[in-house]
C-alpha cells in the first residue's frame, strides 16, 4: 500500500530514565487487579412487555475479555428499567489488551435471559491511580431509535500492579504478516452445467487463511464464464508462520448443492518476503470430456510485516510536572483493517477515526467515514496544535449511525515517550474492538504516521 512520509523535527530529548524504563516496559507485561463497582443503569429495554409479564429484572454481568479470566455478576433487580445495584466486587487479572466487558441481561424464570445491551472499557483506560467514574452507552440494547441512550454506571479502581518481566502480549504476535490480496481472475475452469442445457458455469472464489488466522472472503458470482474475471481486494490482517492461504472456486447453483471446481494454497514460506504475483494452477479441477482440466487462478498478493513497536505495553509511571513542553503534532491516519462488523443488516461498518488529546492539550478531529468497510483506508492528515509533555494521544474508531448510538470498534493511546522525540510510524493494534474474545481476533489494527515539532518551554512549575 502506498503512504506517505511525514518528517520528524524534534528539539527536545526525553530524559535516559524516561526511555530506559519504556523500554523494560516493551519487554514486561503488567497485569493489574481492579475494584469495581456496578452502581446502576438508566432507560433499559423492557424485556417482558407481554400482558402481565410486569418490566425488566435486569442483573449485570461483568467480565474480563482477553487473557484474564475473572467474571462476577450482580443481583436481579425486579420489574425495573433504571435498576441501582452498586455492588461491589474484585477483578484480580486485566492484562495489556484486555478489555472488562460489562452485559446486562433480562432474568426469566423459564427459557433464556434476554441480553438488554453490553459495554466495554479497554485496558489502556483504566491505567489511572484512583477512582474513575465511568457512564458508558449501551449497544445492541434491541431498542429502535426512541430508546438509544441505554447506559450503565461503574466505578473502577486499581487496586494493586504486578509487573511480569519477559511476557508480553507480542509474543502471540510475532511473525505476524498483514497481507493485501487480489484476486483477479481464473481460467479453463470446468463447466459444472453443460449437462443442465444451463449455460456456462457460474463462478465465485472463496478465499480463507488455514491455520491460526481467522480471514475469510468471498468474492462476487460471475455469471456463464469459464474464465471469470473478478478483480477483488480483500485485506488479510492475522497471517502467521506456518499458515496457508487458501483459495476455493464454486459453481452457483439454485436448488442444489454448490459444484466444486478446484482449490489453490500458497503458503507462509512462498508470500511472507516478497509477495506473489502470478498463476496457479488447481488442485482437483475436475474432469470435462474425459481429461483432467488444467485450470489456473490469477493473483497478487502483497506482503508486510507487523510493527511490534505497536503492540508493546504503553505504560509510563513516571509523574510529568503539569504544563510542560508544548508541541505541535503532524497525524496521518492511513488505514486500519480486520475491524468488527457493527451493522448486522449491512453485514459491514460506516468506521472513522477520531484522535484526540488526554491531558492538558484539547486538540482533536476526525476523519470522513468510509461507508460500508471493515477495511478502511482514510489517507487523512491533520494537526495537533496543543501536545503537551506528559499528555497522550488518544485514537478511537467509530462506526457512524444515524438511528443510534454511533458503536466503537476499538482504541488505543499513545504516550509521550512513544512520540517524542522521534515521532511514531507503524501498526497500532487496536484495544476495545466489542469482539466477545479480542484475543483470538488480535490483528486489529492501524497505521498511523506522526511527527512533533517543538513549539515552546512553558513550565509551569518553574513559575513560568
Not at 431509535?145 to 509474543?171: C, N, W
Not at 506473489?276 to 490469477?298: P, S, T
Not at 453485514?347 to 477520531?354: A, F, R
Not at 448510538?405 to 501498526?427: F, K, R, V
Request: hydrophobic content about 35%.
Amino acid at each position: 500500500m502506498e503512504h506517505s512520509n511525514y518528517n520528524v523535527h524534534v528539539l527536545l530529548l526525553v530524559d535516559e530514565w524516561s526511555v530506559s524504563w519504556f523500554r523494560v516496559l516493551q519487554k514486561s507485561s503488567v497485569h493489574i487487579n481492579h475494584q469495581v463497582t456496578v452502581e446502576k443503569a438508566n432507560k433499559l429495554r423492557d424485556a417482558d412487555w407481554a400482558p402481565g409479564g410486569g418490566s425488566s429484572d435486569p442483573y449485570c454481568v461483568v467480565a474480563v475479555q482477553g487473557k484474564g479470566k475473572s467474571s462476577f455478576k450482580t443481583k436481579v433487580v425486579q420489574n425495573n428499567r433504571d435498576p441501582v445495584w452498586n455492588h461491589k466486587d474484585k477483578i484480580n487479572d486485566m492484562h495489556d489488551g484486555d478489555q472488562l466487558f460489562f452485559e446486562i441481561l433480562d432474568h426469566d424464570v423459564v427459557g433464556k435471559h434476554d441480553s438488554l445491551g453490553f459495554a466495554s472499557i479497554g485496558w489502556e483506560e483504566l491505567q489511572e491511580d484512583g477512582p474513575q467514574s465511568f457512564q458508558l452507552s449501551l449497544e445492541s440494547t434491541g431498542k429502535k431509535k426512541a430508546h438509544k441512550d441505554s447506559v450503565i454506571s461503574v466505578k473502577v479502581t486499581v487496586a494493586k500492579r504486578k509487573l511480569e518481566m519477559g511476557h508480553t502480549l507480542t509474543t502471540h504476535l510475532e511473525g505476524m504478516y498483514k497481507l493485501q490480496v487480489n484476486i483477479i481472475s481464473a481460467r479453463n475452469l470446468r463447466n459444472a452445467d453443460h449437462f443442465m442445457g444451463g449455460g456456462s458455469s457460474d463462478p465465485y472464489c472463496k478465499c480463507f487463511v488455514k491455520g491460526t488466522g481467522k480471514t475469510q472472503y468471498t468474492t462476487r458470482v460471475i455469471n456463464d464464464k469459464t474464465d471469470p474475471e473478478w478483480n477483488e481486494h480483500l485485506v488479510v490482517p492475522d497471517f502467521y508462520k506456518d499458515d496457508k492461504l487458501m483459495f476455493e472456486i464454486y459453481d452457483k447453483d439454485v436448488g442444489k448443492k454448490d459444484d466444486f471446481l478446484g482449490k489453490a494454497e500458497i503458503p507462509f514460506s512462498q508470500v511472507a518476503a516478497h509477495g506473489f504475483e502470478g498463476e496457479v494452477r488447481l488442485q482437483d479441477a475436475g474432469v470435462q470430456g474425459k481429461k483432467e482440466v488444467e485450470a489456473f487462478i490469477k493473483l497478487h498478493i502483497t506482503s508486510q510485516k507487523r510493527d511490534m513497536q505497536g503492540l508493546a505495553p504503553f505504560h509510563n509511571q513516571r509523574k510529568v510536572a503539569k504544563g510542560g513542553m508544548q508541541y505541535k503534532l503532524e497525524v496521518g491516519i492511513l488505514s486500519a483493517d480486520g475491524l468488527r462488523v457493527a451493522d448486522w443488516m449491512s453485514n459491514s461498518s460506516d468506521p472513522y477515526c477520531v484522535c484526540k488529546v488526554k491531558g492538558k492539550g484539547t486538540g482533536s478531529f476526525k476523519t470522513p467515514v468510509k461507508h460500508k468497510e471493515t477495511n478502511p483506508v482514510w489517507m487523512h492528515k491533520d494537526v495537533i496544535e496543543d501536545f503537551y509533555h506528559g499528555d497522550a494521544l488518544v485514537f478511537t474508531i467509530k462506526d457512524s449511525d444515524k438511528l443510534k448510538h454511533d458503536d466503537t470498534l476499538g482504541s488505543i493511546q499513545l504516550q509521550t515517550a512513544q512520540l517524542i522525540p522521534h515521532g511514531y510510524e507503524g501498526d497500532l493494534r487496536l484495544r476495545n474492538t466489542g469482539h466477545k474474545d479480542p484475543e483470538k481476533s488480535p490483528a486489529f489494527a492501524i497505521w498511523q504516521a506522526i511527527s512533533a515539532r517543538e513549539i515552546s518551554s512553558v513550565w509551569s512549575h518553574c513559575g513560568g
